[in-house]
């Protein structure tokens, strides 16, 4: 018989990885304009999975980057991740 993991056991909260500063930044102005993620990607043409991505620092996001911080007016990162 197969057993499950111990890491995935009934009752085990997955650990979600942290924001970068520039995900903070971001989170916070979407606060600010009472705007979901969701809502924002639809507007700006933005895949949800991207965003998320780039705002906890899975993925560089070159391509969309820019586009973030300057339709929010915020300050882009200075480094991908």
Do not use: W
């Amino acid at each position: 018989m197969r057993t499950v993991p111990e890491v995935c056991q009934k009752g085990d909260i997955m650990k979600s990885k942290e924001l970068t500063p520039f995900g903070i930044e971001v989170k916070k102005r979407l606060l600010e304009l009472n705007m979901s993620q969701k809502e924002f990607c639809k507007k700006h043409n933005i895949p949800e999975n991207r965003l998320s991505e780039i705002l906890h620092g899975t993925v560089p996001g070159k391509k969309y980057r820019e586009k973030i911080a300057s339709v929010l007016g915020i300050k882009p990162p200075s480094c991908p991740i």
